[in-house]
């Protein structure tokens, strides 16, 4: 108890009250700058020389210092690390069955996502294109290969810059949900609008 509040061991306390002059080693756990290190019989110095007033808890100048300098390394870190929002329903667009090109509803979607990518996206995008497993993989390499180049091409029009936008075929590769070989799948038959940087 006499440490939390006197920053010093019983011993020490006892020591003081029965008129001895001990010699303190900073123990490392109390709060005050540098510790008791010697004593005479008006008062008790700490290690910078000052007179340690008895029931002090304010922390050193050094350690405060430290505090706040973890403090801003944190917030920067965290700033560093900051990603931007979110596209919507995570960037990817469905094509119909042997399909390269999209129908009403993920033509939509596909607006809504060209607009985010416009106001906050990355200034450097690749679109991804896949295929369900209902074909020869050779073909649905080739098919998976336009589903990308439909959604670039999208991009482009929209007046997104055709140097910022990179398209890659995985065919039946990196499959949404893995299926069986010739089973059609609508959500593996996607493209996938991603950063590229």
């Known amino acids: ?11 020490a306390a006892a ?17 005050l700058c540098g510790g008791v290190i010697e004593s005479d019989e008006d008062q008790v110095l700490t290690s910078s020389g000052k007179p340690l007033l008895l029931g002090s808890s304010e922390p050193c100048p050094q350690q405060t210092a430290a505090v706040e300098t973890e403090t801003e390394t944190e917030t920067e870190t965290e700033t560093a690390e900051a ?9 990817l667009v469905y094509f119909g069955l042997d399909s390269d090109q999209l ?5 939509a979607l596909l607006d809504e996502i060209i607009a985010a990518v416009k106001e906050n996206g990355p200034s450097k995008i690749v679109v991804r294109g896949h295929a369900d497993r209902s074909g020869p993989d050779e073909y649905n390499m080739d098919l998976s290969e ?23 075929g ?7 949900v893995a299926t069986e070989d010739g089973v059609a799948m609508r959500q593996n038959r ?6 590229d940087e």
């Open 190 to 195: 996607r493209a996938a609008i991603q950063s």
């Open 170 to 176: 995985r065919g039946e590769t990196d499959l949404a």
């Open 83 to 91: 990603v931007p929002a979110s596209l919507p329903n995570d960037g």
């Open 103 to 107: 129908d009403a509803e993920d033509t």
């Open 146 to 168: 336009r589903r990308a180049e439909t959604i670039a091409a999208a991009l482009v029009a929209a007046g997104i810059p055709a140097d910022s936008v990179r398209t890659m």
């Open 1 to 11: 108890m006499l440490n939390k509040y006197f920053g010093f061991s019983a011993v």
């Open 15 to 31: 020591a003081l009250l029965v008129g001895a002059t001990p010699s303190f080693a900073h123990d490392g756990r109390d709060d």
